[in-house]
């Protein structure tokens, strides 16, 4: 019930919003829809934590993964809307954008929210893949919001490359119901039958399948080589947006290609699944950890960080065990801190209206708080003590050390490049001689709250995990 | 018979130069498949079929060409834009990608229903044609109708390996590339408007 | 029950004082006295506790190992282990930090208004605790959580004077060396934790016998890069010349004086007590690298006219000294001689403190110096012991300890390290003879160097005319500074002359290791604390010496003063100056006392000297108007190493970053490539 | 009897130091066909000197005026702890050869910082020149100490003179290689030739006589003293360490009295080297002294291996 009350919120807003003349009133029924929306995925996600899962009709379906995805959207898309509200404001005293446009904005985004829940929830792989399908459709113009020449070419890569790998995991989403053909079922087949029927797989076609839901579904994960669109949407998406797109979407993503992995596991063994996340994570963090090492635009820097980071966790699966729970973390982790990154990220281009690496200097002394917390953020996320990142890196490469050694000596390594890259930007950012055409004023405390209160959850999390977080976290690893 | 269709029309839209021309064939493609949805309604004679063949016939047929047809008028480019490949490479690649469908290696795949093996294999190799056609062409046209028809040889691949799905799926998957197909010949229309062209290569702003 | 809750309350107390002090001054941020107040209470007094906890766990020979809180993370245990070393080693810190502490208090006055007090006093606590974490931790991913604190704590204190734009670069520098360093530090416990199944030290060295020979030297080389960049052993030295000048003085004392020592502390937790048995090669191969550190270390300090970075490339040195007797230690360890082990550890132990004492001695004077300067130059120093008298005193003391003087600290604790390495090369029929003999040359070499070095240190600094200005505005440092340098020379002839009871300390303390207990004893102390090495091998004693110096010294002066000459007149004149009137440019410079060493080893400095000469007259070049030479050393180990390895990577990542091209064409080929791949890989 | 040793041992390198520089130059005359002063010379000189007024340069600081004292004090501190006729006295204090060595780094140490206290052209230069010679020739002195503390089984200097190592000569080539070496070190560390002038005042050769430039009186007899103290050290250590013959290993009148005889002959045989190295060889260019030393160092090196 709580999960339809939550939805509808989300449409409620999207769908009557083209009518609605004024601003504040599209942003306090969004600031209500997502709060709203926290709640309910609170509450359901101790349900399924004490319940086990939860499908209130056949249509829906959350297990644990789910619960956890949920929750994930949920907190950074309260941050988020927050956010927005005062970023959009700032932009319009710019007058870079008008009325229709924040509209526009405000609706797409609830569409982006109703559909990326819709596909965290969705009980058959399809609807699933619609959903997902629907995120691409409904993220596009707001990527092109800015409907400068850059963000359009952004936009149209963003369409047509995601399309293309959609539909080949469309294709080996479909794959797997030649399970279903022995008993030929009719209806709607949910996540649950599926699995029932794995059994049924021919092994080498629910290898073929998982291929084409890995390079699928890991073309929205944003694994490489699939990962090109990435950089150039986040980076061209307005900074909530890209906010969402690295820290949220992926994981969604993400989850349904672990509900597929669960399916082939079954007939193929874990061995085969597990090299190809483990080849594609190292790939992933191999590219990312080199370009960043070169980027001159601090969103792609943190887009490409974002791929990174995704490799970690595909590898972390890869390993199994241990590596797959502190993935799980991981994923948790990225989603807070990635986020919070790029809304700072966000105060930092509308103080200095750049995304040039090169032209940002001092920011300690422009934007104090800001630049503290991008600070932190990078400390976090490329894994320095207290924040958990660390925590779960060790644990991802203790396990692969098991099995296999040279790959977590590796990827060790390319996490040092990783840092340096990262660090050698950031210390040219924040220190230095501010330009002078930068002017020092008062940072709008509603710009900082949102990143900063992302930061503290994540630090809270890396120093205590709620128990019905740890129930959730060890379900999922007992059934992925 | 009817999935020859489709493969043709996809090699057709390979080697042609007129924009009109690849969105001709794919308006023949979405055809052939809706005759194929038909055909099988006649089998069955569940209605849901007639409902899904008709909106295909509607969606695809005739809206989604109409939409290009408009595109291409308005902005009066009878001619698509170049190819990487020229015709003859173009062809051989072709001859090479159906082999691959064709080879031992997709055995599993083209027999999971083994009587209509040999069109499960063409399903196949209209896939790859397709993916081949969005790699090969520079033409933002020339790539939605390459998406377009891969989702049509994808559908077409489930219905022979009888993996047709329930009603509310088919709706919503066709709903589902209409609305990306409007997006997409929304922003089609945005890149003429910012690059004067609709030619994807002409976007070269984002790299490194 | 309740005298075994009772060490461990109190460390956790200890803890707390830094705790409390950190967070105080981030809310006292406001007001620059107060924080600095609050932050300078709460560390002395944390100081003064520490010292007294790691005085009692080392009296009573507490062996502690127990574990505060539980965590929400498998395998992540705050876990503690306090034996003796660890205790050795939180004196160490306490020692160090309170007196650091008393010297920051006036020191950092000069920050008030400029920069955040409360952010500074914030990582300065941050710093201490982590170093105190570091040494007791006994739980690995617990102990890379302190480690990596203390090394970010320390990065924020040495960028703290941000607007220097070399200090921020420093800091960088500083700061990826670390992070690779703990990298090796990562992968290294992770090959322990592969084969042990655990992280915990006690369990790892429990089952170090489940370890493959070949994975156990692997594990020494990482671990001997990780913990060697910490500890700064060339060629992984590259960030401490430049990390120590741009921390604030009191803050670069402590670096120097205890940071650099956690990576020894490691290197003995792990070779001499976790790893046991080790082949022999480890401890030849850390005699080698710790007689390339004294030497190279001291060379390079000769070179340098920037006083911090001068006695930062002095830590290198130490550190290589300490090495010297930690790796005679491990060979003599795995040659079976238990008792020779424990000398080379006392020696190793002994030198760590004493050159905790004298650099951070060092280094608090030279910050009272730089305090009044405005420069790190000393080419502009000259004539300071006039106007900052006791200052000098100080710096004198220090300078004669470390350069091994008798009767300071740091000869007691070459001696021993001598001592032991001659046992070394004492050894018969052994191939590792020899580099017993190249490390007591060195050894020997490096004494000598020193001795110059500071000969010039000094005198360029604090001797002779004032070589600018600024000299004459020079005042003698607050008295807090004061307080803080006079505790630390004191302590320096203390220990020096008190060396055969800390000895006999130190021995306790390396019996507290499980491989050391019951060794017989080395080392005799006789009544008048002559240390005895071996069956008289070798005595000395420091308060006979002492005494006698001083009699001596009392005994010249009263027979010069009252019985030869009562009536001669003392004339104060000016100094010979060949007639034209002597200017202080006329005095030998810092770079020109130490020329002809570096032109005598410029094998392996590598120095240019670039002559400038320009004249009156053009055409007719007799009378030169001014000549300028420029005498540099060029940094090797960038040139050869950190620079081409960066130009690899990067040139690899341009090559990378075209993958990204911009053609979207060319994106979808690389999916339908990954997917043809991939199909063809399974089927 | 015990008493009169330890003031024996106590005043006989001051005292009799003056005594050998004069014999020195007297034989260096000799050799030059010259009368040359009498051999007491030295004596009357730094008579002379202590009771002269003196001027102290106006930049200089308390460590010019108090450095000639510690130098003068170290030399006697380390004259009265090795071994010169009695090798009985037993010293466990200080008769430690690393704390020889450092010992006398103190003095270098102050010497040199003296030098540069006046801020003249000449102390600079003369001090930077001592502590590169002095930093070059500690391992060559360690070593050729080490080379006979090994052999001997102990680095106790009195010890060393005591075991009768020369009586099994196996190792008698080691010995010999060693003292090469030490003779090398002694012309550095006291400033003779090949390695420094005592007779010149001329700027580009003098290494030591630059240091003291600015001293003169009481501070100047004090230091030119200790110089010759050190030489005297110096003769003793070589003729007791690696010939120990004749010194007294038990306490007693003819004991002592031999021993002292056999110290003189030994110093002696050292003054008639010294001045006939002095008048025989040129001073070697400044930059060709470290292969000196080296040499030096190398050459006990060697010795020390072959110890077996």
């Avoid at chain 2, 080697?15 to 001709?24: D, E, S």
């Avoid at chain 2, 998406?147 to 799926?169: K, P, T």
């Avoid at chain 3, 060396?177 to 934790?193: D, E, K, N, Q, S």
């Avoid at chain 4, 060889?281 to 470290?290: E, N, Q, V």
Wanted: aromatic letters at 14%.
């Amino acid at each position: 019930m709580e999960l339809l009350f939550l939805l509808s919120s989300f449409l409620v807003v999207a769908l009557p919003g083209l009518l609605i003349r004024h601003v504040g009133v599209i942003e306090f029924v969004s600031l209500t829809a997502s709060v709203i929306a926290l709640v309910e995925s609170f509450v359901i996600a101790f349900k399924v934590s004490s319940v086990g899962t939860y499908a209130p009709m056949s249509f829906f379906f959350v297990d644990a993964l789910g619960a956890i995805v949920m929750l994930i959207i949920a907190c950074v898309g309260l941050a988020v809307t927050i956010y927005s509200v005062r970023y959009l404001r700032q932009e319009t005293l710019k007058d870079i954008i008008g009325f229709t446009r924040v509209r526009q904005y405000f609706v797409l985004l609830n569409l982006f929210f109703a559909a990326m829940f819709f596909a965290a929830t969705a009980n058959s792989p399809v609807f699933t893949w619609i959903f997902i399908e629907a995120t691409t459709l409904a993220t596009a113009f707001l990527i092109s919001f800015y409907n400068k020449s850059s963000s359009i070419e952004a936009a149209w890569k963003y369409l047509i490359i995601n399309s293309v790998g959609l539909f080949l995991g469309f294709f080996g989403t479909l794959l797997y119901f030649t399970s279903l053909s022995p008993i030929g079922a009719e209806g709607l087949v949910g996540w649950r039958s599926l699995v029932a029927n794995a059994i049924y797989l021919d092994p080498l076609v629910a290898k073929i399948a998982f291929i084409f839901v890995l390079i699928g579904y890991g073309t929205k994960v944003g694994l490489a080589p699939m990962h090109t669109w990435l950089p150039d949407a986040h980076s061209k998406a307005p900074a909530p947006i890209s906010a969402l797109l690295s820290g949220v979407l992926l994981n969604v993503a993400f989850a349904t290609v672990l509900r597929f992995k669960v399916m082939t596991d079954l007939v193929a063994g874990h061995a085969f699944s597990q090299n190809l996340l483990i080849i594609f994570g190292v790939i992933s963090i191999l590219i990312a950890s080199l370009i960043i090492l070169v980027q001159k635009n601090y969103k792609r820097l943190l887009a490409y960080s974002s791929i990174e980071n995704m490799g970690i966790i595909v590898l972390g699966f890869g390993f199994g065990g241990l590596g797959a729970m502190s993935a799980l973390l991981h994923m948790i982790y990225h989603a807070l801190l990635k986020s919070a990154l790029f809304l700072s990220a966000g105060t930092i281009f509308l103080k200095y209206s750049s995304t040039k690496i090169a032209r940002i200097k001092g920011l300690l002394t422009a934007l104090p708080v800001t630049s503290v917390l991008f600070f932190a953020g990078f400390f976090a996320i490329t894994g320095m003590p207290p924040f958990g990142i660390f925590l779960t890196k060790v644990f991802i490469l203790s396990s692969g050390m098991k099995t296999h050694p040279m790959v977590a000596g590796v990827v060790m390594f390319l996490m040092a490049i990783v840092f340096i890259g990262f660090f050698n930007h950031v210390t040219s950012m924040v220190f230095g001689k501010k330009p002078s055409e930068v002017k020092k004023c008062e940072e709008d405390i509603w710009l900082v709250i949102p990143p900063f209160g992302l930061i503290a959850l994540a630090l809270f999390l890396s120093f205590h995990l709620p128990l019905f977080l740890t129930t959730l976290l060890n379900d999922v690893v007992a059934h992925y | 018979m009817l999935l020859e269709i489709v493969f043709l029309t996809i090699v057709f839209s390979h080697i042609t130069r007129k924009n009109f021309g690849a969105v001709l064939a794919y308006s023949m493609q979405s055809l052939a498949i809706a005759m194929v949805i038909f055909n099988s309604f006649l089998l069955t004679g569940a209605t849901s079929l007639l409902f899904i063949a008709s909106l295909v016939l509607l969606v695809k047929v005739i809206m989604v060409p109409f939409f290009l047809a408009r595109l291409i008028q308005r902005h009066e480019i009878k001619f698509s834009v170049s190819t990487y490949l020229n015709v003859p490479l173009t062809l051989i690649s072709i001859a090479g990608l159906v082999a691959v469908a064709h080879s031992r290696k997709f055995a599993p795949l083209t027999s999971i229903v083994p009587a209509n093996q040999l069109l499960l294999s063409l399903a196949l190799s209209a896939m790859l044609l397709s993916f081949f056609l969005i790699i090969n062409r520079k033409g933002a046209i020339s790539q939605i109708i390459g998406i377009l028809s891969l989702e049509n040889s994808i559908v077409a691949f489930a219905i022979f390996a009888g993996l047709e799905q329930s009603f509310s799926l088919q709706v919503g998957i066709v709903s589902d590339v209409f609305i990306w197909f409007i997006i997409a010949t929304a922003l089609a229309f945005m890149i003429y408007k910012h690059f004067g062209s609709l030619e994807v290569t002409s976007m070269k702003q984002l790299k490194d | 029950m309740f005298n075994t809750l009772i060490p461990q309350v109190s460390f956790v107390v200890l803890l707390s004082f830094f705790g409390v002090g950190a967070i105080g001054a981030l809310l006292f941020r406001k007001n620059d006295v107060i924080s600095n107040g609050w932050s300078s209470f709460f560390a002395i007094i944390g100081s003064l506790w520490g010292l007294f906890f790691s005085i009692v766990t080392i009296i009573a020979g507490h062996n502690l190992s127990f574990v505060v809180g539980k965590s929400s993370f498998p395998r992540l245990a705050l876990s503690f282990h306090i034996d003796t070393l660890a205790g050795f080693f939180i004196f160490v810190i306490s020692l160090i930090s309170l007196f650091c502490s008393i010297y920051g208090i006036g020191y950092i006055k000069h920050f008030y208004k400029k920069y955040d007090i409360g952010v500074f006093c914030f990582f300065y606590h941050l710093f201490i605790a982590g170093m105190l974490l570091v040494v007791s931790a006994s739980n690995g991913i617990f102990f890379l959580i302190a480690w990596e604190i203390m090394s970010v704590a320390s990065y924020f204190l040495v960028v703290y004077d941000r607007n220097e734009e070399e200090n921020v670069k420093a800091g960088f520098l500083y700061l990826i060396m670390t992070h690779v360093g703990t990298a090796f530090i990562i992968l290294a416990l992770l090959l322990a934790y592969k084969f042990t199944g655990s992280f915990d030290f006690e369990t790892i060295k429990l089952g170090a016998g489940l370890i493959p020979l070949s994975v156990k030297n692997i594990i020494f080389v990482f671990a001997m890069i990780g913990f060697g960049t910490k500890a700064g052993i060339i060629p992984f030295h590259i960030w401490l010349p430049s990390a120590h000048p741009a921390a604030p003085s009191h803050v670069s004392a402590l670096m120097s004086g205890v940071m650099i020592k956690t990576g020894i502390y490691m290197m003995i937790r792990i070779f001499l007590d976790i790893l046991q048995p080790i082949p022999v090669w480890w401890g030849l191969a850390l005699l080698i690298v710790g007689s390339i550190s004294s030497l190279l270390g001291v060379l390079y300090a000769l070179t340098e006219h920037d006083i911090k970075r001068l006695l930062a490339y002095h830590s290198i040195e130490n550190i290589g000294i300490i090495l010297l007797g930690v790796g005679s230690a491990l060979t003599f360890l795995s040659l079976g001689m238990p008792q020779f082990a424990l000398l080379g550890l006392v020696a190793a132990l002994f030198h760590t403190l004493n050159h905790a004492i004298f650099k951070s001695l060092l280094f608090l004077s030279a910050g009272s110096v730089i305090n009044q300067m405005h420069t790190r130059n000393m080419e502009e120093y000259g004539g300071l012991i006039r106007y900052m008298p006791q200052t000098a005193m100080f710096f004198l003391i220090g300078s004669m300890a470390i350069s091994a003087l008798p009767p300071f600290n740091g000869f007691f604790s070459e001696w021993l390290t001598f001592q032991s390495l001659f046992q070394g090369v004492a050894l018969s029929g052994f191939y590792g003879t020899w580099f017993f003999i190249v490390a007591a040359g060195s050894l020997a070499f490096t004494g000598g160097l020193a001795l110059a070095c500071f000969v010039k240190a000094f005198g360029v600094s604090f001797l002779a005319r004032p070589r600018s200005a600024e000299v004459a505005h020079a005042k003698e440092s607050s008295f807090s500074l004061r307080l803080g340098m006079w505790a630390l020379a004191t302590l320096s002839l203390l220990f020096g002359i008190f060396s055969g009871r800390i000895t006999l300390i130190l021995q306790e303390i390396g019996r507290g290791l499980t491989i050391f207990k019951n060794v017989p004893s080395f080392i005799v102390v006789s009544s008048r604390q002559s240390i005895a090495v071996g069956n008289d091998f070798s005595f000395v004693s420091a308060p006979i010496f002492f005494s006698f110096l001083i009699v001596t010294f009392l005994l010249v002066m009263f027979v010069m003063h009252f019985l030869i000459n009562r009536n001669q007149k003392v004339k104060v004149g000016a100094t010979w100056d060949c007639g034209t009137d002597l200017t202080p440019r006329m005095e030998i410079t810092a770079t020109g006392f130490s020329r002809s060493i570096i032109l005598i080893f410029k094998g392996v400095l590598r120095p240019s000297i670039q002559h400038e000469t320009e004249y009156h007259d053009s055409e007719s070049r007799y009378l030169s108007r001014s000549r300028t030479v420029v005498l540099g050393v060029q940094d090797v180990y960038q040139a050869h190493f950190y620079q081409p390895l960066r130009k690899a990577i990067r040139t690899l990542s341009l090559r990378v970053k075209d993958i990204q091209s911009g053609n979207i064409n060319l994106y979808i080929s690389y999916i339908f490539i990954a997917l043809i791949i991939a199909l063809f890989s399974v089927l | 009897m015990t008493i009169f040793v330890w003031i024996l041992q106590l005043v006989l390198v001051p005292v009799t130091s003056p005594l050998c520089i004069g014999i020195i130059k007297k034989i260096k005359a000799k050799l030059q066909n010259r009368q040359g002063a009498s051999i007491f010379q030295p004596y009357r000189d730094i008579w002379k000197l202590l009771h002269k007024d003196e001027v102290v340069s106006s930049d200089a600081s308390w460590v010019f005026r108090y450095a000639p004292f510690i130098v003068f004090v170290v030399t006697i501190v380390v004259g009265a702890s090795i071994p010169l006729f009695a090798s009985f006295v037993n010293n466990t204090g200080v008769g430690d050869i690393l704390v020889i060595v450092y010992a006398l780094s103190i003095g270098t140490f102050f010497l040199a910082l003296a030098g540069l206290d006046v801020g003249g052209g000449f102390g600079g230069f003369g001090s930077s020149r001592e502590m590169t010679v002095s930093a070059l020739a500690e391992g060559g002195f360690l070593f050729s100490l080490l080379t006979v503390a090994l052999i001997a089984g102990t680095t106790n200097v009195f010890s060393i003179s005591s075991s009768s190592m020369l009586v099994h000569g196996q190792s008698l080539l080691s010995i010999t290689l060693a003292f090469v070496g030490f003779v090398i070190v002694l012309l550095a560390e006291a400033g003779r030739f090949p390695f420094d002038n005592p007779a010149t005042h001329l700027e580009l050769t003098m290494i030591h006589e630059a240091m003291i430039l600015e001293y003169s009186g009481k501070r100047l007899a004090l230091i030119e003293w200790a110089s010759f103290n050190k030489l005297f050290i110096f003769f003793a250590l070589g003729s007791n360490l690696f010939f120990s013959f004749g010194i007294a290993q038990g306490i007693g009148i003819n004991a002592i009295a031999m021993g002292i005889s056999a110290l003189f002959i030994k110093v002696f045989i050292f003054c008639l080297i010294i001045a006939i190295l002095e008048s025989s060889t040129a001073k070697f260019r400044f930059f060709r002294l470290p292969d000196l030393l080296m040499t030096s160092f190398i050459l006990n090196v060697v010795a020390i291996s072959l110890i077996r």
